[in-house]
Structure formats: structure tokens, C-alpha cells
């Protein structure tokens, strides 16, 4: 009787969004045999996913964005890291070039400014799949999360860079706009999202009237926290849109290598 054909071995790694900071990884090994007296062996191989499925659509800012346990969501106690590629870029992955990033300026998270508003509506073309947290509920992470004023959503994108295209409404005056670097969800174990995901460092800020650019502006976080990170405009800045671009994130060590911003503000200082 002619020898079976064997099948190679396939190595999966998977992480534990709950593992300590040693992420130690268990290895899944999978292997195929092919019996027969077949001279060529057909080996099947199996790709394991990185993303949970989306939901059935957003929910209004009013709501909880905490739905039922979906087992179409994949949690992210289950999530690889897939390869994904990190440090600065545009959003497409290619360097951002030097020069065209506007002026730097310092953000200040103790700025308070007065009459504080929000972008009437956010896309994004880089959002992280719905996922479950540590107590099973789904949560979405669509772009007009960062713009709803609430603490324990975001938006997330599955690469170290990404962009917001934010739209203003009718057109504002503009002194601070400010954003939150980070994921600041904390589950009611205690896993804190905020240091499990990339945080901001840089993000660039340009404005729109009337589909034309009027200013540009990098905002610079020495050292990303969970409280708003407001800039003071160099010039007051008459817009109706913006987009608003990470250029460079923080928290290297971060267990999943995806940027978050859970909020996003904008100020007109000069409001009486």
C-alpha cells in the first residue's frame, strides 16, 4: 500500500486582550491529512480573521451603543495582530511629507474654553469592526463616535493612522478645537481601554469654507491623558468643514496597534 501524504503544520498566534504586559501567546495548531493512495495531497488552509461583524446600523447619541452579545461579533480576546504597520503616515500607510503639516502647536489639556461645540457629522474610510468587551456587549466604532460628547465610545481604526472628515454644519468661527487621544472606555472589571490602544501624539487639523482650505494646523501631544487636548488657534479660523489627521501616535507597548479618539471638540473663545 503506497505511503499517506502528510500535510505541513500551520502556526496561529493568538492573543488575549486580558493578558498581562508580557502577552504571553497560546499557539493553535492546525493539521490536515489527506488518506489516500493519491499521489498529490490537497492541503486546505484556513484564515482566521482580525475583525468582528459589523452591526445592523449606528445608534442615536442618545442611546446606549452597548447592544446583547452578538455571536457574530468577534470579541477581542480572540483578535491577532495581524502584521498591521505602525509609526506616521497619512492614513494610507505612505509618509506624510515634511512641510505640509501646517504649524505646530502645543496642546494644553487645562484649557477650558467657554462656549465648547460639536462637527454635526464624522466619516471615516478606516473603522474598526464591531467587538465585544469584557462583559460580552458589542460595541461599534463608527467615525461619528468621536464627535457625541460621551466618554466610553470612540472611534477606532484598525491602523496607526487614519482620517476624520468632519462637517461643521453652517460655518463656525473657530479659537480651540481639542481632542480626546485615546479610547477612555473602562470596563467594569477594570480593564482600561485607554492603555490597551494607540494613543495620539500628532494630529494634523485643515479647514475648509466653501470647499476651499483656509488654514492648517499640527497639533502636538507630548503626553496623551484621558482629558480633552485643546490648541489654541494661532488665528481665529472661519470654516463649515475639516479633516482631521493622526499623523503620529503614542503607547508603542499598546496590546492592539489601533489608533482611537473618543472625542473630538471645537471653541469660539470670542462668543459673548
Known sequence: MPPQAVAPVVELDVESSSAPSARPRRHLWVATGVVGAVAGALVAGFLLGNGGTAGSGRTPA??????????????????????????????????????????????????????VFFPTHATSDCVLPDKKDTTGRTFSYEPDNAIDNREDTAWRCKRPSG?????????????????VPGYTKTDPDGTDWFYKNLTVTKARWTFFLNGQEVARYTEVIDEPGKAMAWIDLPSAVTAD????????????????????????????????
Request: glycine fraction near 12%; avoid cysteine.
Open 163 to 179: 482620517q476624520l472628515s468632519l462637517n461643521l454644519g453652517d460655518a463656525k468661527r473657530l479659537t480651540n478645537v481639542g481632542l
Open 62 to 115: 442618545s442611546d446606549a451603543r452597548a447592544g446583547a452579545a452578538s455571536p457574530s461579533a468577534v470579541p477581542e480576546a480572540s483578535t491577532l495582530r495581524d502584521g498591521t504597520e505602525t509609526g506616521a503616515g497619512t492614513g494610507d500607510g505612505t509618509p506624510t511629507p515634511n512641510g505640509t503639516d501646517g504649524p505646530e502647536v502645543q496642546a494644553n489639556s487645562t484649557v477650558e474654553p467657554d462656549y
Open 241 to 272: 468643514s475639516a479633516t482631521l489627521d493622526v499623523v503620529e501616535t503614542g503607547n508603542p507597548d499598546a496590546y492592539f496597534p489601533y489608533l482611537a479618539i473618543s472625542s473630538i471638540g471645537l471653541a469660539n473663545d470670542s462668543v459673548v
